[in-house]
């Protein structure tokens, strides 16, 4: 009862506020004002499509490169290599270093004068002339991208490690003795084995990545000139910088609703197992 008591007070009076003040002012005014403006109001603002559609670019490049990097990782970890359990830990630090820390390194990473990117690149000589990573709008969002895999492919590859751990090794020994090459082992054992745990990766990364605020906000607040602008970032703008609260609320609202829709898959096939 008291963690019941606790998670209410935490999580579903801010929710039920959110969800009231997403109508109306609700603090000064009560019920009283409640009206769908601020849900239209959505619908015909371009800063919030753009906000929209910067959440699909940075969401769907995130996830696909977690999933590409995490599985990789997984299976070189998963295989007989020697100081495996040395390698583990160091795979899984990047998880472990804060959103706000991990933005400000990489932003020093970046930076076009003193970045070590671009002194790399251009000890390569793969660049004439200093690159501004995160001021230009076409290389800004990538940039971001990249730090944001380094900092969450983690995740997925410890639940793609725990699946390909729970594969029972005496498949792939019958493959051997037919004859399989380690390409079909992959495709025809490891992959169709792997398929829940990649589905609930999957589901679980684009909830977190939607979410995700403190890396971009700290490398870009969101710029330049909205390249960057995803919408948890454009609802803290609203809320903390612009005061409306209510239209704020109301695309907080919106999203949670969206991640729900998203989770639905998830929560179903938690529901069956049980």
């Given amino acids: ?20 003040n997403s109508f109306g002012p609700i603090w000064s005014k009560g019920t009283s004002g409640f009206t769908l403006a601020y849900y239209q109001r959505l619908f015909r603002d371009a800063i919030f499509w753009n906000s929209i559609l910067k959440t699909f ?50 932003a020093w990473m970046f930076d076009p004068i003193s970045g070590i990117v671009n002194d790399v690149l251009d000890r390569l000589h793969l660049i004439a002339s200093p690159v501004e990573w995160l001021a230009n709008p076409n290389l800004v969002m990538p940039s971001v991208i990249l730090a944001d895999t380094w900092r969450g492919y983690p995740f997925v ?44 990766a999957t589901i679980l990364d684009i909830v977190w990545q939607a979410r995700r605020f403190g890396l ?41 609703v969206l991640l729900l829709i998203v989770g639905l898959p998830y929560v179903r096939m938690i529901v069956r197992r049980v």
Avoid at 1 to 20: E, H, Q, R, S, Y
Avoid at 77 to 104: E, H, K, Q, Y
Avoid at 229 to 254: C, D, G, P, R, T
């Fill in 57 to 106: 670019y940075f969401v769907g490049g995130t996830v696909a490169l977690h999933l590409v990097f995490g599985l990789a990782v997984a299976l070189a970890l998963n295989s007989a290599i020697r100081m495996r359990r040395f390698f583990r830990v160091m795979a899984i630090l990047p998880w472990t270093v804060p959103d706000v820390i991990a933005g400000l390194v990489w």
């Fill in 157 to 200: 590859m410890l639940v793609l490690l725990a699946g390909l751990q729970a594969i029972p090794k005496e498949l792939y020994e019958a493959a051997k003795v037919d004859g399989a090459s380690p390409i079909q082992e992959f495709f025809h054992i490891t992959l169709p084995n792997l398929k829940r745990m990649v589905a609930i």
């Fill in 1 to 20: 009862m008291p963690c019941f008591i606790l998670l209410i007070g935490v999580l579903g009076f801010p929710t039920v506020m959110a969800v009231l």
């Fill in 216 to 256: 971009i906000w700290v490398m870009t607040e969101g710029g330049p000139a909205r390249a960057t602008e995803i919408l948890s970032v454009l609802a803290y703008k609203q809320y903390f910088k612009f005061f409306n609260f209510e239209y704020a609320s109301a695309m907080s609202v919106l999203m949670a």
